[in-house]
């Protein structure tokens, strides 16, 4: 064996070495610091892991751009919606009075909460833009009370990773990860424009998560379920958007 | 002065033969970018279809005026078109596709952005030789293109000034800027870098920006494959897939370095 191929041999078993080491370390790094979204699996799994790793990693903790009220659009677009379903004809009449938020899973308490009830807790408003996937958008007001401290009134476990969370809209549910879930701006939103929130743009009750697309804003809100793994919820892709084909990490 | 005379630069200086026209680096980066920019182009349609109009300024949607609207058919009902029908919704998987390819691409140009710099490419090669920046220089490459004239030797291992500036303004304008545009379509990079989509004056001229700067992109490609198919595509395609400029480089080493065959080649 010549220097020049044992050399050669030597750096390439040490990048080789060195290579598996870093990959090892990247994805303990990775497992650790949540940095591997639900569905990573699949053909386009490493573009969104690629994608929810660096967002973890830039915008944790950075804030929807907020705007100033005159920008709040005059016309503002509902998008389309399932049919209401029995539950929600039966509390429509009534003003949506008995409408409930159950807060389950992995809290001390779990809670069920009224319109009122929320209201009761300090209230917050924000004016951000909706966008949607397909390209469009529209600003509005949002008006509610903040999810965290909703989350803090039930005593989150610190195991919890994952806020999965339903509406009435048959077959649609979300989830966030717990960075978005005490995220400040992360809305249990029953208000809009000073008004209450109109059913077309999810009222009585929507979940508003305003750094990501629109679809991750669910409507129609009646159950948030606390816990540390997305597994055994639905197919176990972390939500019905990914089942549908469109990625759970909807903040690109 | 009517007539063009080749500057002899460094870089066009004979070669040994067994040098390749495109290093290997050189051709997987640009192979895996078209594959990139492809499944970009597809998914990015794909995706454009489910709106296709366009606005200026933050906001924009159906209930408002567009900027201008493409006369395509839509993948959403919603969408007013003028067509009875709607196309099939493929904005899942298009989406998905469209952020890996970018991811790819991305990576790729970052490693080629490195090589072009660490080994001089960019100084030699893509840079314009200190001769030819001038705008004679440029018009005398336009004359020699309009006459069909065949190219100097010394292009057969190097760019001339004019397919240096389009090189250039693919690398260092219009990518980073449809990078840039498409970035600033992500609501969470908002979050943390607010001004990259608020000094395109909103989230609305960030898209429509994206669409023009992957039309630019697809002009350069069209012009791309155009001068590629003129100045011999079967060379051209062995040189960037292969390396060599000719069929059989070890069993006709002597023929490589004679002008009449060097003088074929053109990038």
Known sequence: MNAISRRKLITTGLAATAGLVGLTAADRMAQRYGLIPPDHSGLYGPGETLTYAAQRLLTKHSLAREFPRSMISKSPFANEVAPPNALFKSLQPNNFADWRLTVEGMVAHTASLSLSDLKSLPRSSQITEVACEEGWSYIAEWIGTPLVDVLNAVSVSPHARYVAYYGTEKGLWDSIDMGDALHPQTLLTWGMNDGDLPVPFGGPLRIRVPRQLGYKSVKYLTRLTVTDSLKHFGKGLGSSSPEAGYAWYAGI | ?267
């Open chain 2, 1 to 267: 002065m009517p007539c063009y005379s080749p500057h002899v630069s460094a870089t066009g200086s004979p070669r040994n033969p067994d040098t390749p026209r495109h290093t290997a680096l050189v051709r997987v980066t640009h192979w895996i970018t078209v594959l990139a920019f492809f499944a970009l182009l597809l998914s990015g349609l794909e995706i454009l279809i489910s709106h296709p109009r366009f606005y200026w300024g933050e906001t924009g949607n159906v209930m408002t005026t567009p900027l201008f609207t493409l006369h395509i058919p839509s993948s959403r009902d919603m969408v007013p078109t003028g067509y009875g029908f709607v196309m099939p919704d493929q904005n899942g998987w298009s989406r998905y596709l469209h952020f890996q390819a970018a991811w790819l691409l991305v990576l790729t140009g970052l490693v080629y952005a490195i090589y072009i710099l660490w080994t001089g490419h960019l100084r030699q090669n893509l840079l314009p030789a200190p001769a030819d920046r001038s705008w004679r220089a440029s018009r005398a490459v336009i004359t020699k293109y309009l006459r069909r004239e065949p190219p100097a030797p010394s292009e057969a291992h190097s760019y001339n000034v004019l397919q240096r500036i389009a090189y250039l303004g693919v690398l260092f304008v219009l990518f980073p800027l449809v990078i840039w545009t498409g970035l600033a379509l992500s609501p969470s990079f908002d979050s943390a870098v607010p001004f990259a989509v608020n000094i395109l004056g909103g989230r609305q001229s960030a898209r429509t920006l994206h669409f023009f700067v992957t039309d630019a992109l697809v002009l350069f490609l069209i012009v791309h494959v155009a001068m590629v198919i003129l100045s011999g595509f079967r060379t051209r395609m062995r040189a960037m897939i292969t390396g060599r400029t000719t069929a059989s480089p070890a069993t006709a080493p002597a023929a490589i370095a004679s002008p009449s065959i060097a003088s074929q080649e053109r990038a």
